[in-house]
């Protein structure tokens, strides 16, 4: 993994942190780091992205993501609360064990 998307995927798990501490709210593609990176405008909808690799599927599907939506448009704040933690441990789980890559 470059250091651009790893400082990408560093971002993204910032924000979700501060969702779980509820000291950030989603906003979606908006805010999200990696979106900002791989779902741009110029760019073809999350090619490179550590979570589509991960998945496999765009847009984060297939992630606990998809919960979180979900229990938000329920309001099911239970939900929310527990999905953005899976969240959370998801995107941690994807930053490679010796850092980014130097080249």
Known sequence: MNRR???????????????VEETIEDEGSDNCP???LFFGKERSGCVGCPVTQAT????CRGTPYDDFCD?????NYDG???????MLLFLQALVPAG???EA
């Open 5 to 19: 998307t790893y400082n990408a995927l560093d971002g993204s798990i910032l924000k979700w942190k501060g969702i």
């Open 34 to 36: 990696l979106c900002q």
């Open 56 to 59: 496999e599927r765009v847009c």
């Open 71 to 75: 229990a938000d448009d329920c309001n």
């Open 80 to 86: 929310m609360k527990k999905s953005a933690k899976d």
């Open 99 to 101: 850092g980014p890559d």
